[in-house]
């Protein structure tokens, strides 16, 4: 079995020509101005029409106002749009109406009470992402490199395809897809070498390690 992968947070050409060479599946830009990933719009019009053939551009977007919405979506030849915030479901069914683009739906998990809210983001997004909660106090709601409690979404299903994020590295990715059964993940810190800094060979090792637990995974044929 193919695990998609998406490296989220690239800044620079050379970050997507890694990620492309690689094997991932979906680039991420941040378009949140206090991450030290975020680019602006021109700087992820480029680095977006620097991307190959089958590499996925997603924009990440936290309660996006329309204005900027209607920017980035005018200029960067985009695939997805991910959305990070506090989005209401029929807010997410608003932005998929407006911009006709795929949207991901990003929903925290620390507990089983997070659990509700990705049948109800199911319902009306595209994909979903199932990612470590962010904690109260931090300035991003995404992108802390922490993992949740990975059994509490093992071997869950929902309606429309998922990827499992937070805290994934290439040591953990294997037991991550194995305990929940993702067969797309999404990672950020775990591929950096300092905050915003994208390292090619941790990019590198972490595709290794997802393309080799989706083979561990696929069930042998006699
Ligand atoms: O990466 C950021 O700076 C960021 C800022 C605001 C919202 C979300 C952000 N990142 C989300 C991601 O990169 C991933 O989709 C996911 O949260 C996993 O991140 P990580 O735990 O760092 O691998």
Not at 16 to 34: H, Q
Not at 106 to 131: F, H, I, K, R, T
Not at 147 to 170: E, I
Request: net charge neutral; glycine share 8%.
């Amino acid at each position: 079995m193919e695990i998609h992968v998406k490296i989220c947070g690239l800044r620079t050409p050379e970050d997507v020509a890694v990620v492309a060479e690689a094997g991932a599946r979906y680039a991420g830009f941040v378009f949140f101005p206090k991450s030290p990933r975020a680019v602006t719009v021109a700087q992820a019009r480029s680095l977006a029409l620097a991307a190959p053939v089958g590499l996925a551009k997603v924009a990440l977007v936290v309660d996006a106002e329309e204005a900027l919405l209607d920017e980035i979506c005018a200029t960067v030849p985009l695939d997805m749009l991910q959305l990070h915030g506090r989005e209401t479901p029929a807010r997410v069914a608003q932005i998929r109406a407006r911009y006709g683009l795929p949207v991901m739906k990003a929903v925290g998990v620390a507990s089983a009470a997070d659990l509700p809210a990705l049948e109800a983001y199911g319902a009306v997004c595209d994909q979903l992402l199932v990612d470590a909660k962010a904690p109260k106090d931090s300035v991003l709601p995404g992108g802390n490199g922490l993992a949740f409690d990975w059994r509490l979404v093992a071997g869950r299903r929902w309606p429309v395809p998922w990827m499992l994020a937070g805290g994934l590295t290439p040591q953990n990715v294997a037991e991550a897809v194995r305990l929940t059964g993702a067969r797309q993940v999404d990672v950020s810190s775990g591929v950096e070498s300092a905050p915003g800094e994208k390292s090619p060979e941790l990019i590198r090792a972490f595709l290794r390690a997802a393309q080799a637990a989706g083979k561990a995974s696929e069930v042998p044929r006699f």
